[in-house]
């Protein structure tokens, strides 16, 4: 299995501001696909954005963008103005292109205060 | 709708039992997987299914046996042989064709504990 790194447990951010999560991947390949899901306090996986490795631009999805650094294998999500409903743990996945497994990594809990 | 439904909610078991999670997809997706999550540890893959009647291992199967007699159904068992069964499992499917760029959809999950 791939592996997939979280390096920051927890962080909290206040309403309305921004927050990175970062996440860092080995991996071997030159083509594959990175995610970021979400999972709110009902456990329910969402997927959040999806980033194509060959694609140089960066993905965006609304609120939600990724800044994607191939060459440092480097995958960090960006969440702008936040809400309280972004309070979640957010999970960081690799899928190679002939693959069909994803690898998550450990996860990183997110709290939006009032 | 299509979606993934996982079944029961919560699960108790008791030690030395066998226990059997469901897990039903109407989305046609070829590919079916079980993963395990525990605080700390992320996802964890148990088991995945390309075909039916296929399966393999991923990377903590032991304790664990899966069938996929059925293209929407994929149901994992949980046997006495695995020490620390307490978990949340979630079950998520895939279209085969351009995998890996579809990510997965999931289940709302299965809670188990063991009493």
């Known amino acids: 299995a791939q592996t997939v790194t979280q390096s920051q447990p927890e962080m909290s951010v206040q309403e309305a501001e921004t927050v990175t999560l970062s996440c860092t991947y080995d991996?071997?390949?030159?083509?594959?696909?990175l995610f970021w899901y979400k999972q709110p306090p009902s456990r329910q996986m969402i997927l959040v954005i999806r980033?194509?490795?060959?694609?140089?631009q960066n993905a965006t999805e609304n609120r939600f963008s990724v800044n994607f650094q191939k060459a440092a294998k480097s995958f960090s999500l960006k969440i702008s103005d936040s809400q309280l409903g972004d309070t979640a743990m957010y999970f960081c996945?690799?899928?190679?292109?002939?693959?069909?497994?994803?690898?998550f990594g450990a996860g990183t809990t997110v709290t939006v205060r009032a | 709708d299509g979606g993934i439904t996982q079944s029961p909610k919560y699960l108790f078991r008791k030690e030395g039992q066998n226990v059997t999670l469901s897990c039903e997809q109407n989305?046609?997706?070829?590919?079916m997987y079980w993963y395990r999550q525990d605080p700390g540890q992320g996802l964890r893959l148990i088991y995945y299914?390309?075909?039916?009647?296929?399966?393999q291992k991923g990377d903590i199967a032991e304790g664990y046996s899966v069938s996929r007699e059925k293209k929407e159904s994929f149901p994992l068992t949980v046997t006495s042989a695995q020490k620390n069964p307490t978990a949340f499992y979630l079950c998520?499917?895939?279209?085969?064709?351009?995998?890996?760029?579809?990510?997965?959809?999931f289940g709302s999950g299965t809670r188990l504990t063991v009493v």
């Open positions: 998520a499917s895939s279209p085969w064709t351009g995998r890996g760029y579809y990510g997965y959809t």
């Open positions: 991996t071997s390949e030159s083509n594959y696909y």
């Open positions: 980033q194509e490795a060959y694609k140089q």
């Open positions: 996945a690799f899928s190679g292109s002939n693959d069909y497994k994803l690898s």
């Open positions: 989305l046609n997706h070829d590919a």
């Open positions: 299914s390309q075909i039916v009647n296929d399966f």
